[in-house]
């Protein structure tokens, strides 16, 4: 990260994510392929730790101010200049991040239902074959 967006992030203090509108837009935007976990302020500008499905880590979405700045920083520490959180989705698809929706669905599932592993099956091949239709 560049000195001067150091300077900008630096002292955050934690609200809580109920509170905050920037956790909801990505939680809607992300769906089952992440939450935010924490919410940071440091004046004006917000930082979001989100936790990715599966196991993909944890990342930044950050909003800097003034200048409206929108930056993700990866789970392996490259920091991307996304422009607008709305293009959150997209970035995290283009590197292999944001687990399938189907899978993270069937997952949880498994997670709540371990002896039904038939039907998880049954349900990933309905959705294979409606793929390839």
């Known amino acids: 990260m560049s000195p001067s967006l150091k300077r900008t992030l630096a002292n955050p ?6 509170r ?8 809607n935007l992300l769906g089952a392929r992440g939450r935010v976990v924490r919410v940071l302020e440091a004046g ?9 499905a599966g196991n993909n880590g944890n990342m930044a979405s ?16 490259t920091v991307l200049n ?7 989705v997209n970035t995290l698809t283009q590197r292999g991040l944001a687990e399938n929706l189907a899978h993270a669905v ?11 592993i038939d039907e998880a099956k049954n349900a990933l091949r ?4 409606n793929k390839k239709s």
């Open 62 to 77: 950050i909003n800097t101010q003034p200048g409206n700045g929108h930056i993700v920083v990866l789970p392996n520490g």
């Open 13 to 18: 203090v934690a609200v809580p994510t109920f």
């Open 126 to 129: 309905l959705i294979s074959k």
């Open 44 to 52: 004006r500008s917000s930082i979001y730790i989100i936790r990715l």
């Open 106 to 116: 069937v997952s949880e599932f498994l997670a709540q239902n371990p002896t039904m």
């Open 20 to 27: 905050s509108r920037g956790a909801s837009r990505r939680n």
């Open 82 to 88: 996304i422009g607008s959180p709305t293009n959150l």
